[in-house]
C-alpha cells in the first residue's frame, strides 16, 4: 500500500510563500508513481495543480498556477514538494497530494491520496 501524508499548509498574506511537503510511505518510489498536487476550495470540485513523473524529468502545471508554483521530488527522502510563490486570495484550499502508475491531470486516475493541507491566502 501507499500511505501519502502532507504538511506546511497554513496563513499567509497574499504575494506570499508557502512550501507543501508530501511523505509518503510504502512502494511509492520504489514501483514508479507519478506524483500529483490537487486543491479544492469550498463548494468547489477537486482541480489539478501541479504532477511530476517518477523519474522527475517532466512536470506538467494548470494554468492558474504555472510560473508562479514549483512541483518537485526527493526520491532518497521519499517526498514531493510544491514550493508557492506569489499566492493569490483565489489559491485558498485544501492542498492533497495523489499517487498514480500514470502521469496525468485527471483525478480519478490517482488511487492514493493524502488528507489534505489547508492554505489560506488572506487579502
Known amino acids: 500500500q501507499v500511505q501519502l501524508v502532507e504538511s506546511g499548509g497554513g496563513l499567509v498574506q497574499a504575494g506570499g510563500s508557502l512550501r507543501l511537503s508530501c511523505a509518503a510511505s510504502?512502494?511509492?518510489?520504489?514501483?514508479?508513481?507519478?506524483m500529483g498536487w490537487f486543491r479544492q476550495a469550498p463548494g468547489k470540485e477537486r482541480e489539478f495543480v501541479a504532477a511530476v513523473s517518477w523519474s522527475g524529468d517532466s512536470t506538467y502545471y494548470a494554468g492558474s498556477v504555472k510560473g508562479r508554483f514549483t512541483i518537485s521530488r526527493d526520491t532518497a527522502k521519499n517526498t514531493v514538494y510544491l514550493q508557492m510563490n506569489s499566492l493569490k486570495p483565489e489559491d485558498t484550499a485544501v492542498y492533497y497530494c495523489?499517487?498514480?502508475?500514470?502521469?496525468?491531470?485527471?483525478?480519478?486516475?490517482?488511487?492514493?491520496w493524502g488528507q489534505g493541507a489547508q492554505v489560506t491566502v488572506s487579502s
Open positions: 495523489a499517487a498514480s502508475r500514470i502521469l496525468t491531470y485527471t483525478p480519478s486516475t490517482y488511487p492514493f
Open positions: 510504502g512502494r511509492t518510489f520504489s514501483s514508479g508513481y507519478a
